[in-house]
């Protein structure tokens, strides 16, 4: 069985349907949904079940030295992802002692160990963005959801099971699936609605002379090249360590807008609006994910473009209204 936490969410949802694509329905799905919309990510999935992220838990820490769900792989994608949450004890204990539950239950049972880390752990981007390990120590992040995620990260360096688990430093990640994220949706996914609503797309201002308003870049990755690289790592469980997932190049948000506005067959139209202050001493004008270790590991498939990534979740998936994997409009597939 491959258990996704998360699994409702926007990444593991997008690798359930990546399972799916190769035959595999033998998945249990453990999340929280509660009153959120996440639901609809998995109306298009086969999965064999369901559980609760906590009652998941009590079944791997009351059985001992037994695992329930025979488990072939853990893809642990489940996490609170709001770089603005302010309830550290909350983090704390979801996304990083939970994950250490996870990773001791894994390698108890020598099951493949997966799991989620994020670009956000490199804080400013004054140190760059090499998923060193040596590195780590030097690394501070500007909010508690970096931290939470650092201290995993930090955590499997002490413990010295890196060469037997993988962490992904996932960057600006993008496409179908996301509709649950609220605020925390990509902007492609926001610039679409606003766009179609008033024909113009906001962005912020900068704050820093060196980059011009909308000049602040950014590593944009699709969701389905993320899931390719979970996927590979499934197939590879020699390949570990700690791995940045991007494309590699850094791009604007006004290439984003450009991208956008093409795919949409609009003009570009754009308005630089202030930054609340509540993040401009947190944000991140800089990021682009060093890729020379992925590669190294093995990985050699190439990542999707933004525009073309661009391209395909709003032609395939935002403009038709149904913005799910599975959806039946994928390249490909019969709309």
């Known amino acids: 069985?491959?258990?996704?936490?998360?699994?409702?969410?926007?990444?593991?949802?997008?690798?359930?349907?990546?399972?799916?694509?190769?035959?595999?329905?033998?998945?249990?799905?453990?999340?929280?949904?509660?009153?959120?919309?996440?639901?609809?990510?998995?109306?298009?999935?086969?999965?064999?079940?369901?559980?609760?992220?906590?009652q998941f838990l009590k079944y791997i820490t009351e059985r001992g030295d037994e695992d329930p769900f025979e488990a072939q792989a853990i893809v642990h994608m489940g996490a609170s992802s709001s770089t603005t949450e302010k309830d550290a004890d909350y983090l704390m204990e979801n996304n990083y002692r939970y994950t250490q539950m996870l990773c001791r239950f894994a390698l108890n049972h020598s099951v493949r160990f997966v799991t989620a880390s994020s670009a956000a752990t490199y804080g400013d981007g004054s140190l760059g963005f090499d998923d060193d390990i040596a590195a780590l120590g030097s690394l501070r992040p500007l909010n508690m959801y970096g931290y939470s995620k650092h201290l995993f990260d930090l955590w499997a360096d002490k413990a010295g099971i890196f060469d037997r688990i993988a962490?992904?430093?996932?960057?600006?990640?993008?496409?179908?699936?996301?509709?649950?994220?609220?605020?925390?949706?990509?902007?492609?996914?926001?610039?679409?609605?606003?766009?179609?609503?008033?024909?113009?797309?906001?962005?912020?201002?900068?704050?820093?002379?060196?980059?011009?308003?909308?000049?602040?870049?950014?590593?944009?990755?699709?969701?389905?090249?993320?899931?390719?690289?979970?996927?590979?790592?499934?197939?590879?469980?020699?390949?570990?360590?700690?791995?940045?997932?991007?494309?590699?190049?850094?791009?604007?948000?006004?290439?984003?807008?450009?991208?956008?506005?093409?795919?949409?067959?609009?003009?570009?139209?754009?308005?630089?609006?202030?930054?609340?202050?509540?993040?401009?001493?947190?944000?991140?004008?800089?990021?682009?994910?060093?890729?020379?270790?992925?590669?190294?590991?093995?990985?050699?498939?190439?990542f999707t473009s933004l525009e073309a990534g661009v391209a395909d979740y709003v032609t395939n998936y935002l403009a038709r209204g149904n913005p799910f994997l599975g959806n039946g409009a994928e390249p490909g597939t019969p709309a």
């Open 1 to 54: 069985m491959y258990i996704v936490t998360g699994g409702a969410g926007f990444i593991g949802s997008a690798f359930v349907w990546k399972l799916n694509q190769m035959g595999i329905t033998d998945i249990l799905i453990v999340d929280n949904l509660g009153e959120s919309e996440k639901w609809r990510n998995l109306t298009n999935l086969r999965y064999e079940d369901y559980l609760h992220k906590t």
């Open 167 to 302: 962490s992904l430093k996932f960057f600006n990640v993008y496409g179908p699936n996301e509709q649950h994220k609220g605020d925390m949706k990509s902007v492609i996914c926001k610039a679409h609605a606003q766009i179609g609503e008033t024909g113009r797309m906001k962005l912020f201002k900068s704050y820093r002379p060196e980059f011009p308003d909308g000049g602040q870049m950014r590593d944009f990755v699709s969701v389905k090249d993320c899931v390719e690289v979970l996927w590979w790592l499934l197939e590879h469980p020699e390949a570990s360590g700690l791995f940045n997932v991007g494309t590699g190049q850094a791009r604007s948000w006004n290439d984003l807008a450009r991208a956008v506005f093409t795919a949409m067959g609009r003009d570009l139209a754009l308005d630089y609006i202030d930054m609340p202050e509540f993040i401009r001493d947190k944000y991140q004008y800089f990021t682009e994910a060093r890729m020379d270790r992925l590669a190294a590991a093995g990985y050699a498939a190439p």
